[in-house]
């Protein structure tokens, strides 16, 4: 019996902050305090709140405390642990410097509905019992013993359960195809290879909690007649690759996976691959081509995979938090599932708030919450309290949104009218400092660099827009540039291949709809309205402001700050590579931006 | 490990472990120890080691133990506090090892309060 439970948070983004010293450190000190019979020490998932970690909560109380260091580990043992003392300084600071000690008061879980991310950052991910204990592979009993494969995919069509990959496909009806595919020998597949800029929720799920994964495909394997799985993780995911297989290895020696499970006569066997981390391994089609040992490249469609996948025979693939999903949906019923959300969104959806927001970090919110509940009530508002200039929702292959959509009720529906789509759940947030062309170059980017190069489309389409907006940044764009990106971004977006070209587009577009008089502005004036853009930006000294401190000439490194302490500062417009060091350095703000 | 063959197994599994995580569930009888230098040093330890035991030994699953700080009645350390769901917050005090069985049985299994060690309550 353990009086106390020590959860310290081994998700990448704690444990890159020191969470293993920390967790070391209580190990040690409770030791010397004679309390390690007293007090269990727990490695858990991600609590979702990275940029507050490393994490530490304390049950029975619940107590959060946040940014902890090794250092604070023997006040922390003797204050808390030996004398019941909350240690406040270490509490998470709310609005008006009020400390708030419990993980339910803090607003950014409050107004959270936690179902795939249920069990990250509570339980031990790499203890299978503490899985169990949370009514782990409950659901895989129950359909093994009460339920047909049909009950099961019936059950998967009520909760009304979209796929939280990005394509937003009914789970339900995926499932009946593959399940109605003949053949004695089917697969069914966990994408795992989460590529998109600024997206960490698989990740999360993968460390925090294996088992649901592996729970869920066994559901699915059963429902459509699968006896062999695999889960394609990028090999940049070392922590969840490693929880993984460690999940497994737990799963097969109680026989929760393997042969007759639970005394039945299903069977399953599963497999990990890891991915090489190319992002056009997440289309379906190239996934199964790198784990059939090929250069992951994708095909024409039909056939699909539910008739021809993995070697030619009917093959499911879901995302990992679609899989997450599914345990709760068996055990609770579908019909609860489809009680949260929107008339056609059902459940809730994982986001990964990022950018200039003030809490970044994993949400698990319903859908049909609207944008700016998740950006200003979960996230805490604008870093800076800048003023918000637009969201990117969906990754890479999304769109940016802007002031007019804060109220939007996120929706598979509501974000692809807007011209966003739900994707696997990246949410980029801007400020006034962002320049929406930058960000446009900057997704095209990335999925230039990434595209497989096998239709000329995407190839050569992807390469041209980049090209042009490059021109665009750089001040020598004209309007004509401009119809001709706008030409291209529709072209490349109907004739790619697969969805890494059909989407590579979006954030061009959108920004196009939304943000053109940034694009005109660079064209027709020559500027960057936001200052973001080197080539058109200028630096030059405020004489008014200027106390002649001389630290702008001292820093600039190319030396083209002129003057000393009698006379004025002045900068070589010609000289200056626009680096903006003097406008960081100078204590007065006397260097202008223009 | 021996495998699970069939859902009761697993049932059972569960049950044994669910003490794993119960203490990170908060709808439990609380029992509270007096940790401060006071208690301490009158002997609140050997108290908490006794109730641990006396939970272990019963099974008990559906207990959290905590510990608090001084609350100002030193002279009547160690206090062992027990806040029933619906029965307010009862102080025990001058506790010894030896009432714990007794505390534990009565008031955390039974909710019967042990009158004669009473020296506070707190209503809901």
Redesign the interface.
């Known amino acids: 019996m353990y009086r106390a439970h020590v959860l310290v948070c081994g998700g990448t983004g704690c444990t890159s902050s020191g969470s293993h010293g920390v967790m070391d450190g209580l190990k040690s000190e409770l030791k010397k305090q004679n309390l390690d019979d007293e007090i269990l020490v727990v490695q858990t998932g991600c609590h979702g709140m990275c940029e507050m970690g490393p994490i530490v909560v304390v049950y029975p109380e619940g107590t959060f405390y946040c940014r902890v260091s090794k250092d604070d580990v023997p006040e922390l043992v003797e204050e808390h642990l030996l004398k019941g003392r909350t240690v406040e300084r270490l509490l998470y600071t709310g609005e008006g410097d009020v400390h708030v000690p419990h993980y339910s008061e803090i607003p950014f879980y409050s107004k959270q509905e936690r179902v795939a991310l249920g069990n990250c950052g509570y339980i031990d991910a790499d203890k299978i019992e503490e899985y169990i204990a949370r009514d782990g592979y409950e659901a895989l009993g129950k359909v093994l013993t009460s339920m047909t494969p049909e009950d099961v995919v019936e059950e998967m069509k009520t909760s009304g359960l979209r796929g939280r990959g990005g394509g937003g496909f009914p789970t339900g009806l995926k499932w009946s195809f593959c399940a109605k595919s003949p053949g004695p020998k089917k697969y069914v597949i966990c994408n795992a290879d989460e590529g998109d800029p600024g997206a960490f929720m698989d990740r999360s799920i993968l460390e925090g909690d294996p088992h649901s994964i592996i729970e869920g495909m066994m559901i699915g394997a059963y429902a459509m007649g699968a006896d062999e799985g695999y889960i394609y993780c990028r090999a940049e995911y070392p922590l969840a690759i490693k929880r993984l297989k460690r999940a497994i290895d737990q799963a097969e020696e109680y026989g929760l996976l393997g042969e007759n499970v639970l005394g039945t006569d299903f069977s399953f066997s599963l497999h990990v691959k890891e991915g090489a981390g190319a992002f056009v391994c997440g289309e379906e089609t190239a996934l199964m081509g790198s784990i059939e040992g090929r250069r992951g490249m994708p095909r024409p469609r039909p056939p699909f995979p539910a008739v021809s996948g993995l070697w030619g025979k009917p093959t499911n693939i879901n995302n990992v938090e679609t899989w997450a999903n599914v345990p709760s949906i068996i055990r609770r019923s579908g019909a609860w599932f489809a009680s949260m959300g929107t008339e056609k969104s059902k459940g809730t959806k994982v986001f990964a708030l990022t950018g200039k927001v003030k809490h970044t970090g994993l949400v698990e919110v319903p859908m049909g919450i609207t944008l700016r509940e998740i950006i200003f009530d979960i996230g805490g508002g604008i870093l800076g309290d800048k003023k918000f200039k637009a969201v990117q929702i969906g990754g890479p292959s999304g769109g940016c949104l802007t002031e007019d959509h804060l109220d939007l009720p996120v929706s598979y529906e509501d974000l692809a009218k807007a011209g966003a789509i739900m994707g696997s759940g990246g949410m980029v947030v801007m400020d006034e400092d962002n320049c929406m062309v930058d960000v446009a170059k900057f997704f095209l980017e990335f999925t230039q660099r990434e595209s497989c190069g096998k239709c000329v489309p995407c190839r050569e389409g992807t390469k041209q827009m980049l090209l042009l907006l490059k021109k665009i940044c750089d001040g020598d764009g004209t309007m004509e540039d401009l119809a001709q990106l706008e030409e291209l971004a529709h072209m490349v977006k109907d004739m790619s291949l697969c969805g890494l070209g059909q989407t590579a587009p979006n954030p061009v577009l959108t920004t196009l709809r939304y943000f053109r008089h940034e694009y005109e502005a660079h064209i027709k004036d020559r500027s960057c309205p936001a200052g973001a853009c080197q080539a058109l930006i200028r630096y030059r000294i405020d004489q008014d402001k200027c106390k002649k401190c001389g630290l702008c000439a001292k820093n600039c490194p190319v030396n083209c700050i002129d003057g000393d302490r009698k006379t004025q500062f002045v900068i070589d417009e010609d000289a200056c590579v626009r680096c903006g060091t003097c406008y960081d350095k100078c204590p007065f703000d006397a260097i202008l931006k223009l | 490990?021996a495998?699970?063959?069939?859902?009761d197994?697993?049932?059972r599994?569960?049950t044994s472990?669910?003490?794993?995580?119960a203490?990170?569930?908060?709808n439990?009888v609380?029992v509270?120890v007096?940790?401060?230098t006071c208690g301490?040093a009158a002997g609140a330890r050997e108290v908490?080691d006794a109730?641990?035991k006396e939970?272990?030994k019963r099974g008990l699953k559906d207990v959290?133990?905590?510990?608090?700080?001084c609350i100002g009645m030193c002279q009547e350390e160690p206090l062992l506090d027990v806040i029933y769901p619906n029965k307010g917050r009862i102080t025990y005090g001058r506790v010894t090892p030896e009432d714990v069985p007794r505390i534990v049985s009565e008031h955390v299994v039974n909710g019967r309060i042990v009158e004669d060690l009473v020296i506070a309550r707190v209503d809901d």
């Open positions: 490990m495998k699970i063959k069939s859902l197994e697993l049932r599994i569960k472990a669910s003490d794993l995580t203490a990170r569930s908060s439990a609380k509270i007096g940790m401060g301490i908490m109730v641990l939970i272990d959290s133990v905590q510990t608090t700080g």
